[in-house]
Nanobody, 128 residues
Framework: VQLQASGGGLVQAGGSLRISCVAS????????TGWFRQAPGKEREFVAA????????FDADSVKGRFTVSREIAKRTVYLQMNSLKPEDTAVYYC??????????????????????WGQGTLVTVSS
């Protein structure tokens, strides 16, 4: 599946932004989807994920209570709503899709090798 992320931009600290990721090709409804980010000079880290059914979501501790992941199967789109943004949220945000079985995904949603396909990333910059 091909993934196209969009919606990044410049926002002030405390502000909100919603980024999107549209999937083309493949069967989107069978894929779990996640968001990762990579800040300058740092390793890529897990942000949030949602199972293919949309019934279960996972969040990194650093974004818990501020970010919400969701998906619309009909639009083949996964969203990341980001509220109360902080300068340390500045990063390139990547969406990714996984075809792993649900049991494997529950244990491994936060690690990159779980995902088969990656989008190109969208830059989010939070100014102080």
């Amino acid at each position: 599946v091909q993934l196209q992320a969009s919606g990044g931009g410049l926002v002030q600290a405390g502000g909100s932004l919603r980024i999107s990721c549209v999937a083309s090709g493949g069967t989107f409804s069978t894929l779990h989807t996640g968001w990762f980010r990579q800040a300058p000079g740092k390793e890529r880290e897990f942000v949030a994920a949602v199972t293919r059914s949309g019934s279960t979501t996972f969040d990194a501790d650093s974004v818990k209570g501020r970010f919400t992941v969701s998906r619309e199967i009909a639009k083949r789109t996964v969203y990341l709503q980001m509220n109360s943004l902080k300068p340390e949220d500045t990063a390139v945000y990547y969406c990714a899709a996984s075809s792993s079985d649900i049991r494997h995904y529950y244990s491994n949603y936060g690690i990159s090798p779980t995902y088969d396909d990656w989008g190109q990333g969208t830059l989010v910059t939070v100014s102080s």
